[in-house]
C-alpha cells in the first residue's frame, strides 16, 4: 500500500484521505494504485503514517499538530499546505486546493462514519462543488456523488440505489428501477427516494431537470 501508480498528470481521479471511519485497506489499496495526487488532511496523519502510504501533500489548519518536513524523513517530498481559514471544512480546502492544481475528478475515503455531523455536511460538500470538480465519497458500504441531469450506468440486478435531493429536485425520471420515478420530486425535507433497487441486470437511466442530485450505490 506504500506506493501509488504512475499515471499521467490529471488522468486519474486525485485521492483525499479525510478523518473519519477508516475503509478496508483493500479499497484504499485499490485507489491509491491508480490515484496520481494523494492528499492528506492533517487529522489523518498518524493513522495515514502508521499504514505506511505515501502521499503528496498534507493539508489542514494545524491546530493539534506542528507540520514540517521533519515528520516525512522517508517522504521528503511532501507539500505542507497550511489552512487556517475557519470558515471552511478541511475537506472544503482541500478541494479548492485541488481545483486551483487543475484536477477535474478526486475520490474522498475516510470521509463518513464518527461523527455524524462530519459526515452529513461532508456528504452536502459534494453539491457545493458540483460545477467544479467532480468528487465521490467512498466507504466499504457505500459510493455517493452527484449526479449528472442525464445518467445512464450498468447495474446488477437488485442493486441498492438511494436517491437523495440536496435541497429540492424536480422533474425525476427513472427507467430501470423497482420503483421508477415519472417526472417526480424529492426534497430533502419532504421526501428521499431511499433504498430503491436495479429490477433487472441491464442499464438504469436517471433524469432530472432541476436540482442538486444525489447517488447512493449501498451494500449492506
Known amino acids: 500500500m506504500s506506493s501509488h501508480h504512475f499515471v499521467k498528470e490529471n488522468q486519474e481521479p486525485a485521492l483525499i484521505i479525510a478523518n473519519g471511519l477508516p475503509c478496508d485497506e483493500s479499497l484504499l489499496g485499490q485507489l491509491l494504485e491508480w490515484s496520481p495526487y494523494v492528499i492528506v488532511l492533517d487529522g489523518a496523519l498518524d493513522r495515514v503514517m502508521s499504514l505506511g502510504i505515501k502521499f503528496d501533500v498534507l493539508l489542514g489548519d494545524f491546530d493539534r499538530l506542528e507540520a514540517n518536513q521533519e515528520l516525512f524523513p522517508s517522504q521528503p517530498d511532501i507539500e505542507i499546505v497550511h489552512t487556517p481559514n475557519q470558515d471552511k471544512t478541511d475537506l472544503e480546502k482541500a478541494l479548492d486546493f485541488l481545483i486551483t492544481k487543475g484536477h477535474k475528478a478526486v475520490n474522498i475515503v475516510w470521509a463518513t462514519g464518527l461523527r455524524m455531523d462530519h459526515t452529513f455536511n461532508n456528504i452536502c460538500t459534494l453539491g457545493k462543488y458540483v460545477n467544479t470538480i467532480n468528487a465521490v465519497i467512498l466507504d466499504n458500504h457505500s459510493k455517493i456523488f452527484v449526479l449528472p441531469h442525464n445518467f445512464k450506468k450498468y447495474y446488477t440486478k437488485g442493486q441498492v440505489l438511494s436517491l437523495f435531493a440536496l435541497g429540492e429536485v424536480n422533474g425525476i425520471n427513472s427507467k430501470g428501477l423497482k420503483y421508477d420515478l415519472n417526472n ?14 436495479s429490477t433487472e441486470a441491464g442499464i438504469v437511466e436517471i433524469n432530472y431537470s432541476e436540482g442538486i442530485l444525489l447517488l447512493m450505490e449501498c451494500t449492506d
Not at 184 to 197: A, H, K
Open 184 to 197: 417526480d420530486t424529492l426534497s430533502i425535507v419532504n421526501r428521499s427516494g431511499s433504498s430503491n433497487e
